[in-house]
Protein backbone atom coordinates (compact mmCIF):
# COMPACT_ATOMS: atom_id res chain seq x y z
CA UNK A 1 0.00 0.00 0.00
CA UNK A 2 0.72 3.63 -0.66
CA UNK A 3 -0.17 6.41 1.69
CA UNK A 4 0.32 10.49 0.88
CA UNK A 5 1.25 11.89 3.89
CA UNK A 6 1.99 15.72 4.04
CA UNK A 7 3.44 16.68 7.80
CA UNK A 8 5.86 19.25 9.23
CA UNK A 9 9.10 19.05 10.81
CA UNK A 10 12.03 20.37 12.56
CA UNK A 11 15.12 20.61 10.08
CA UNK A 12 18.55 20.55 11.13
CA UNK A 13 21.21 22.66 10.66
CA UNK A 14 23.06 20.21 9.34
CA UNK A 15 20.43 18.44 7.46
CA UNK A 16 21.11 18.27 3.33
CA UNK A 17 18.17 19.95 2.93
CA UNK A 18 18.71 22.93 4.93
CA UNK A 19 20.08 24.61 2.27
CA UNK A 20 18.52 28.51 3.76
CA UNK A 21 18.80 28.64 6.96
CA UNK A 22 15.19 27.55 7.77
CA UNK A 23 13.91 25.86 11.11
CA UNK A 24 11.42 23.72 10.02
CA UNK A 25 9.96 22.28 6.52
CA UNK A 26 6.35 21.30 4.90
CA UNK A 27 6.38 18.39 2.95
CA UNK A 28 3.95 16.33 0.89
CA UNK A 29 5.26 12.47 0.76
CA UNK A 30 4.38 9.22 -0.95
CA UNK A 31 4.95 6.46 2.28
CA UNK A 32 5.26 2.78 1.55
CA UNK A 33 3.51 0.55 4.30
CA UNK A 34 1.13 -1.95 4.44
CA UNK A 35 -0.98 0.10 7.03
CA UNK A 36 -0.51 2.94 8.67
CA UNK A 37 1.72 2.61 11.58
CA UNK A 38 4.11 0.89 9.30
CA UNK A 39 3.68 3.90 6.99
CA UNK A 40 4.40 6.19 9.60
CA UNK A 41 7.08 4.59 10.61
CA UNK A 42 8.76 4.47 7.31
CA UNK A 43 8.14 8.16 6.92
CA UNK A 44 10.25 9.10 10.21
CA UNK A 45 13.14 7.04 9.07
CA UNK A 46 12.76 8.30 5.54
CA UNK A 47 12.74 12.09 7.33
CA UNK A 48 15.02 11.20 10.03
CA UNK A 49 17.44 10.53 7.06
CA UNK A 50 18.01 13.92 6.10
CA UNK A 51 17.80 15.53 9.20
CA UNK A 52 14.28 16.06 9.75
CA UNK A 53 12.37 15.35 12.84
CA UNK A 54 8.29 15.59 12.32
CA UNK A 55 6.35 17.18 14.74
CA UNK A 56 2.72 17.17 12.57
CA UNK A 57 1.09 15.32 10.22
CA UNK A 58 -0.98 17.88 8.32
CA UNK A 59 -3.27 15.26 6.04
CA UNK A 60 -2.88 11.78 5.54
CA UNK A 61 -4.68 9.39 2.73
CA UNK A 62 -4.61 5.89 1.47
CA UNK A 63 -3.62 6.90 -2.18
CA UNK A 64 -5.53 4.19 -4.15
CA UNK A 65 -8.81 6.43 -2.75
CA UNK A 66 -7.24 9.66 -2.91
CA UNK A 67 -8.34 12.26 -5.49
CA UNK A 68 -5.53 14.62 -7.24
CA UNK A 69 -6.20 18.29 -6.84
CA UNK A 70 -4.32 21.65 -7.94
CA UNK A 71 -2.65 21.61 -4.73
CA UNK A 72 1.21 21.75 -4.17
CA UNK A 73 2.21 18.43 -3.28
CA UNK A 74 -1.11 16.42 -4.32
CA UNK A 75 -1.25 17.25 -8.38
CA UNK A 76 -1.27 13.93 -10.58
CA UNK A 77 1.68 14.83 -12.53
CA UNK A 78 3.22 15.54 -9.01
CA UNK A 79 2.20 11.85 -7.76
CA UNK A 80 2.76 10.03 -10.55
CA UNK A 81 6.09 11.42 -10.78
CA UNK A 82 7.01 10.58 -7.09
CA UNK A 83 5.53 7.31 -7.55
CA UNK A 84 8.33 6.57 -10.82
CA UNK A 85 10.65 6.83 -8.16
CA UNK A 86 8.83 4.98 -5.42
CA UNK A 87 10.05 1.06 -5.83
CA UNK A 88 8.84 -1.16 -3.51
CA UNK A 89 11.81 -1.67 -1.31
CA UNK A 90 12.10 3.18 -1.08
CA UNK A 91 10.63 4.12 2.36
CA UNK A 92 9.02 7.00 1.01
CA UNK A 93 9.53 9.82 -1.94
CA UNK A 94 8.21 13.52 -1.62
CA UNK A 95 5.90 15.32 -4.33
CA UNK A 96 6.65 18.68 -2.79
CA UNK A 97 8.55 20.08 0.53
CA UNK A 98 9.36 23.90 1.43
CA UNK A 99 11.27 25.14 3.55
CA UNK A 100 10.00 27.37 6.23
CA UNK A 101 12.18 30.55 5.14
CA UNK A 102 10.77 29.78 1.70
CA UNK A 103 7.38 29.36 3.16
CA UNK A 104 7.06 32.42 5.30
CA UNK A 105 7.97 35.14 3.08
CA UNK A 106 5.46 35.99 0.35
CA UNK A 107 7.55 38.91 -1.41
CA UNK A 108 10.29 36.25 -2.82
CA UNK A 109 10.55 35.88 -6.67
CA UNK A 110 9.33 32.42 -7.60
CA UNK A 111 12.20 31.11 -10.30
CA UNK A 112 11.25 27.78 -11.85
CA UNK A 113 8.11 27.44 -9.43
CA UNK A 114 5.89 28.14 -12.46
CA UNK A 115 5.19 23.93 -13.18
CA UNK A 116 4.03 23.74 -9.67
CA UNK A 117 1.30 27.02 -9.61
CA UNK A 118 -0.12 26.24 -13.39
CA UNK A 119 -1.30 22.62 -12.10
CA UNK B 1 24.22 34.02 -30.25
CA UNK B 2 25.00 34.21 -26.43
CA UNK B 3 25.18 31.60 -24.10
CA UNK B 4 25.76 30.54 -20.59
CA UNK B 5 27.75 27.54 -18.74
CA UNK B 6 26.19 26.26 -15.76
CA UNK B 7 28.47 23.74 -13.80
CA UNK B 8 27.46 21.16 -11.14
CA UNK B 9 23.99 20.31 -12.00
CA UNK B 10 22.64 17.45 -11.05
CA UNK B 11 18.39 17.09 -12.26
CA UNK B 12 16.84 18.57 -14.87
CA UNK B 13 13.95 19.69 -12.32
CA UNK B 14 16.51 21.63 -10.51
CA UNK B 15 18.54 22.61 -13.28
CA UNK B 16 19.63 27.16 -12.89
CA UNK B 17 17.73 29.75 -14.75
CA UNK B 18 20.88 31.08 -16.06
CA UNK B 19 18.85 34.31 -17.75
CA UNK B 20 19.08 35.53 -13.86
CA UNK B 21 20.75 38.46 -13.28
CA UNK B 22 21.32 40.96 -10.70
CA UNK B 23 18.30 42.92 -9.26
CA UNK B 24 15.85 40.68 -10.67
CA UNK B 25 17.02 41.33 -14.63
CA UNK B 26 16.85 38.75 -16.86
CA UNK B 27 19.31 38.25 -19.78
CA UNK B 28 17.91 35.48 -22.38
CA UNK B 29 20.37 33.44 -23.56
CA UNK B 30 20.26 31.44 -26.98
CA UNK B 31 21.66 28.37 -25.30
CA UNK B 32 22.99 26.53 -22.35
CA UNK B 33 26.05 24.33 -21.87
CA UNK B 34 25.19 22.35 -18.34
CA UNK B 35 28.09 19.79 -16.89
CA UNK B 36 27.45 17.16 -14.03
CA UNK B 37 29.61 15.55 -12.33
CA UNK B 38 27.96 12.12 -12.33
CA UNK B 39 29.24 10.18 -15.17
CA UNK B 40 26.34 9.74 -17.61
CA UNK B 41 25.50 5.69 -16.44
CA UNK B 42 24.94 7.28 -12.71
CA UNK B 43 23.21 10.07 -14.26
CA UNK B 44 20.45 8.37 -16.32
CA UNK B 45 20.14 5.87 -12.84
CA UNK B 46 19.14 8.67 -10.91
CA UNK B 47 16.54 10.35 -14.66
CA UNK B 48 15.20 7.33 -15.57
CA UNK B 49 11.83 9.16 -16.82
CA UNK B 50 14.17 11.77 -18.67
CA UNK B 51 14.79 11.21 -22.38
CA UNK B 52 18.26 11.73 -23.54
CA UNK B 53 20.16 12.14 -26.63
CA UNK B 54 23.35 11.28 -26.15
CA UNK B 55 26.23 11.50 -28.05
CA UNK B 56 30.42 11.57 -27.54
CA UNK B 57 32.24 14.68 -27.37
CA UNK B 58 35.23 14.59 -28.67
CA UNK B 59 38.62 17.26 -27.52
CA UNK B 60 41.79 16.52 -28.77
CA UNK B 61 42.27 13.20 -28.02
CA UNK B 62 39.87 12.27 -25.46
CA UNK B 63 36.33 12.27 -25.41
CA UNK B 64 33.65 12.53 -22.69
CA UNK B 65 29.93 12.02 -22.60
CA UNK B 66 27.74 14.06 -23.52
CA UNK B 67 23.71 14.23 -24.23
CA UNK B 68 20.74 16.95 -25.17
CA UNK B 69 18.78 17.25 -22.84
CA UNK B 70 15.75 19.03 -22.88
CA UNK B 71 17.00 21.22 -25.59
CA UNK B 72 20.86 21.75 -24.04
CA UNK B 73 23.93 20.18 -24.26
CA UNK B 74 24.80 18.27 -20.86
CA UNK B 75 28.73 17.17 -20.56
CA UNK B 76 29.03 14.13 -17.84
CA UNK B 77 31.92 13.54 -15.52
CA UNK B 78 32.95 16.97 -15.66
CA UNK B 79 34.62 18.00 -11.95
CA UNK B 80 34.10 21.84 -11.55
CA UNK B 81 37.52 22.34 -9.55
CA UNK B 82 39.25 20.62 -12.87
CA UNK B 83 40.74 23.10 -15.15
CA UNK B 84 40.97 20.83 -17.92
CA UNK B 85 37.40 18.86 -17.42
CA UNK B 86 35.90 22.82 -18.00
CA UNK B 87 38.21 23.11 -20.58
CA UNK B 88 36.43 20.19 -22.12
CA UNK B 89 32.96 20.75 -21.75
CA UNK B 90 33.18 24.11 -23.01
CA UNK B 91 35.22 22.63 -26.44
CA UNK B 92 32.42 20.00 -26.60
CA UNK B 93 29.22 23.42 -25.78
CA UNK B 94 31.78 25.46 -29.09
CA UNK B 95 30.98 22.76 -31.28
CA UNK B 96 28.04 21.81 -30.79
CA UNK B 97 26.60 25.37 -30.86
CA UNK B 98 29.32 26.66 -33.40
CA UNK B 99 29.84 28.99 -30.71
CA UNK B 100 32.92 31.22 -29.58
CA UNK B 101 34.37 30.34 -25.88
CA UNK B 102 33.63 33.58 -24.71
CA UNK B 103 29.76 33.57 -25.54
CA UNK B 104 29.63 30.29 -23.21
CA UNK B 105 32.28 30.97 -20.35
CA UNK B 106 31.71 34.64 -20.30
CA UNK B 107 28.84 33.61 -18.12
CA UNK B 108 28.72 30.95 -15.45
CA UNK B 109 26.27 29.78 -13.06
CA UNK B 110 26.34 27.42 -10.38
CA UNK B 111 23.44 27.01 -7.31
CA UNK B 112 24.12 25.74 -3.73
CA UNK B 113 27.55 23.82 -3.89
CA UNK B 114 27.88 21.53 -1.35
CA UNK B 115 31.01 19.17 -0.57
CA UNK B 116 29.88 15.11 -1.12
CA UNK B 117 31.88 14.74 2.78
CA UNK B 118 29.23 16.68 4.42
CA UNK B 119 28.10 13.96 7.17
CA UNK B 120 31.91 13.46 8.24
CA UNK B 121 32.46 17.15 9.08
CA UNK B 122 31.76 19.87 11.85
CA UNK B 123 29.88 22.91 10.85
CA UNK B 124 33.05 24.90 11.25
CA UNK B 125 34.86 22.27 8.80
CA UNK B 126 31.58 22.17 6.35
CA UNK B 127 32.48 25.89 6.20
CA UNK B 128 35.75 25.46 5.52
CA UNK B 129 35.13 22.77 2.81
CA UNK B 130 32.51 24.50 1.16
CA UNK B 131 34.95 27.80 0.83
CA UNK B 132 37.91 25.56 -0.85
CA UNK B 133 34.97 24.03 -2.81
CA UNK B 134 33.85 27.76 -4.25
CA UNK B 135 37.39 28.88 -5.08
CA UNK B 136 38.27 26.14 -6.42
CA UNK B 137 35.93 26.13 -9.03
CA UNK B 138 36.25 29.82 -9.85
CA UNK B 139 40.17 29.02 -10.34
CA UNK B 140 39.50 26.27 -12.49
CA UNK B 141 37.15 28.38 -14.73
CA UNK B 142 39.78 31.32 -14.75
CA UNK B 143 42.20 28.74 -15.93
CA UNK B 144 39.84 26.99 -18.15
CA UNK B 145 39.50 30.26 -19.67
CA UNK B 146 42.63 31.55 -20.83
CA UNK B 147 43.35 27.85 -21.68
CA UNK B 148 40.35 28.57 -24.40
CA UNK B 149 42.23 32.38 -25.01
CA UNK B 150 39.19 33.89 -23.62
CA UNK B 151 39.83 38.05 -22.42
CA UNK B 152 38.08 40.31 -20.01
CA UNK B 153 35.71 39.70 -17.47
CA UNK B 154 33.71 36.34 -16.56
CA UNK B 155 30.36 37.05 -15.09
CA UNK B 156 30.13 34.38 -12.26
CA UNK B 157 27.06 34.21 -10.57
CA UNK B 158 26.11 31.60 -7.56
CA UNK B 159 22.98 31.11 -6.65
CA UNK B 160 23.24 30.75 -2.35
CA UNK B 161 21.02 31.74 0.57
CA UNK B 162 23.18 35.11 2.46
CA UNK B 163 22.20 32.34 5.45
CA UNK B 164 22.96 29.36 4.10
CA UNK B 165 24.35 27.26 6.99
CA UNK B 166 26.98 25.35 4.83
CA UNK B 167 28.28 28.43 3.63
CA UNK B 168 27.06 31.76 4.96
CA UNK B 169 28.03 35.27 2.75
CA UNK B 170 30.66 36.44 4.49
CA UNK B 171 32.69 33.08 3.81
CA UNK B 172 31.00 32.66 0.29
CA UNK B 173 32.61 36.41 -0.54
CA UNK B 174 35.69 35.05 0.75
CA UNK B 175 36.09 32.34 -0.93
CA UNK B 176 34.44 34.21 -4.42
CA UNK B 177 37.70 36.55 -3.44
CA UNK B 178 40.36 33.88 -3.08
CA UNK B 179 39.08 32.40 -6.34
CA UNK B 180 40.54 35.37 -7.93
CA UNK B 181 37.31 37.60 -7.77
CA UNK B 182 37.86 41.10 -8.16
CA UNK B 183 34.43 42.33 -7.50
CA UNK B 184 31.51 40.66 -5.85
CA UNK B 185 28.26 41.61 -5.60
CA UNK B 186 24.70 40.76 -3.75
CA UNK B 187 21.48 42.62 -4.25
CA UNK B 188 18.35 42.52 -2.06
CA UNK B 189 16.06 40.13 -4.59
CA UNK B 190 15.05 37.00 -2.53
CA UNK B 191 14.19 34.01 -4.85
CA UNK B 192 12.18 31.19 -4.28
CA UNK B 193 13.44 28.04 -6.28
CA UNK B 194 13.82 24.17 -6.21
CA UNK B 195 17.27 23.37 -4.75
CA UNK B 196 18.68 19.69 -4.55
CA UNK B 197 20.21 17.34 -2.38
CA UNK B 198 24.04 16.36 -3.55
CA UNK B 199 22.71 13.17 -4.59
CA UNK B 200 19.93 14.56 -6.63
CA UNK B 201 17.25 11.96 -4.23
CA UNK B 202 15.67 14.97 -2.59
CA UNK B 203 14.81 18.58 -3.50
CA UNK B 204 13.32 21.35 -1.56
CA UNK B 205 11.96 24.90 -2.14
CA UNK B 206 14.10 26.86 -0.31
CA UNK B 207 15.03 31.04 -0.39
CA UNK B 208 17.67 32.19 -2.35
CA UNK B 209 20.45 34.89 -2.82
CA UNK B 210 22.18 35.88 -6.04
CA UNK B 211 25.51 37.15 -5.91
CA UNK B 212 27.66 37.91 -8.85
CA UNK B 213 31.85 37.99 -8.67
CA UNK B 214 33.85 39.54 -11.35
CA UNK B 215 36.71 37.42 -12.57
CA UNK B 216 38.89 39.15 -14.52
CA UNK B 217 41.96 37.47 -16.77
Known sequence: MTWIIEFKGDLSETSELNMDGSASIRAVSLVNGGDLPKALTNLLTYAKDSGISPSSIIRCEELSTFTPTLEDGYTSEEITTALRRLKPESLAEFTYAISSEAEADDEAIEIGLERESSK | ?217
Open chain 2, 1 to 217: MKGALSLAECRPEFKVDCTLILNNGRDKKDFILRTALDSVAVWKSKNTEIPISPFQGKVNLTSKDAAIIENDVWVFGVDATKSQDVFAAVKIGMDYYKAKATDIIGDVYVKNLNTDHQDSLSKHDLIIENKKLYSGVCKAVLEAAKLLGVQGVINFYVISSNINHKIPVQDLHAALKDGGAEKIETDNIQYKMWSGSNSGQKAVIIKQNLHLASLKI
